[in-house]
Each structure stands twice: as C-alpha cells, then as structure tokens.
C-alpha cells in the first residue's frame, strides 16, 4: 500500500510533461488546448462515481477514500484533454478557421446542440442500469462521437485518427505505469466488477475509455465552437 500511495499522483503529473512540450512547441494550437483543458478537468469530479466502483487508488491525504474525491483526477483530465484535442492537428499539419455563416445554415446543423448534449444523455440513461458506471462513460463518449461525425461530417477524418492517436499515446503511458509498478493494476482496480480481459496488463476498459475519449474530444472544441481544420498553409 505504501510504495503505491504516490503513483497515480505522479503518473497524474506525467501527462502534463507532453502537454506543456505541445503547448510551447505548437503555439498556433495553445488556445484549443488550454480551453478542452479546462473543459475536461471537471470531469475530475465525477470521481465518486468510480471510487470503489471501478478502481480505489490510493490519493494525495486519502482524499478519495475520505471524500470519493482527489486531486490527481483533476490534474489527469487537464493533462488529457488538451492533448487529445490537438494529437491530430499536429500530427497532421492541420489548424483550425470558423466555419462561415452560410455553412452553419445547413440542413445538418440544425442538430447542433442535439449532439452536443447526446454525451450527457447517454451517460445519464445508462448510468442506471445494472452496470460499472465506466460502461456508460464508454458508451457516452462513443454516441458523442458519432453524433458530431453525423453533424458535422467534416470531422470525420479528425475524429477517427484523433482517437486512435490518443489510444496509442495512453497505450505508452500505461505500459510505463505497468513497468514502473508491478501489482499496481491489481491492487487498485476492480477487476471482478470488470470484464476481467487484461492486454498487455491493461484493462480492456481502460483501452476502451481511451478511444472513446480520443473519439469525442478530439473534435469537440471544433464542434462547440464552429470551426474546422484545414491545411496549415491554408
């Protein structure tokens, strides 16, 4: 227990060393990181939905066996969300312009705000089902993700590669995790309650959750905000 009480602190504190290399690195792209950032970092307060549900990692003054809530949750969701967002774009040379008034009165776009709001439905409905709550986080994030391709088709591209990206950055992140500290899955995470299927040590809900989250967040900024990639020489 004790040789495991810093280490989701620190691996909390390991995504924002790329996070800060892209952000000094990539100035064009610094706002879109800084705003999913700060978007998806209250998402470290649906904590108590998982703690012990899914996983029950030891925390900073044991705030998460106390209260349900811990620090590491919010520094882990700031470190993800603006990285996903931009894996893409960089990758890809791509940079982001405001969609024009004429394009925003397309037929398909009278669904906007339907798929915006589609995540939190979801997740919502299914919260309350006989099931580990990291099912309908999955499965919010894939219906998210599928609604904006569906609104906004000129996402498509950016949605994919951006979650498959992403599963292969958190992929690396977590083998690392693995190789530093052995036993540390098993200990923390509920595996019964789980699907039990281990790749790589990886809990295939924790592969599952990257995707999804790569899928969604990957073009969220460009949906909320109404703009789209396009070539950097644009």
């Known amino acids: 227990m004790i040789q495991f009480h810093y280490v989701w602190l620190v691996w909390a504190f390991l995504f924002l060393i790329p996070w800060s290399v892209l952000f000094i690195a990539f100035p064009i792209h610094r706002k879109i990181m800084l705003h999913v950032s700060l978007a998806t970092m209250p998402f470290g307060l649906t904590e108590p939905l998982f703690v012990p549900k899914y996983w029950n990692p030891p925390t900073l003054f044991d705030l998460a066996q106390r209260t349900g809530f811990d620090l590491e949750s919010l520094i882990f969701c700031f470190g993800i969300g603006g990285v996903g967002s931009v894996l893409y774009s960089i990758l890809a040379h791509r940079h982001d312009i405001v969609v024009g008034e004429v394009e925003k009165q397309q037929p398909l776009h009278r669904h906007h705000y339907k798929a915006l709001i589609s995540p939190v439905i979801t997740f919502l409905v299914l919260y309350f089902l006989p099931w580990n709550p990291i099912y309908p986080s999955i499965a919010a994030m894939a219906v998210g993700a599928v609604a904006t391709i569906l609104c906004r088709p000129d996402l498509k591209t950016k949605t994919w590669i951006g979650g498959l990206l992403f599963l292969v950055y ?61 070539n950097a020489h644009h």
Not at 184 to 191: A, C, F, P, T
Not at 215 to 222: D, I, Q, R, T
């Open 170 to 230: 958190y992929f690396v992140f977590f083998i690392a995790l693995i190789a530093t500290a052995p036993g540390y899955v098993e200990r923390v995470w509920n595996l019964p309650a789980l699907s039990g299927i281990l790749l790589f040590g990886i809990p295939l809900e924790e592969l599952l959750f990257a995707l999804t989250f790569g899928l969604y967040w990957s073009g969220v900024y460009e949906h909320l905000m109404w703009r789209r990639p396009v």
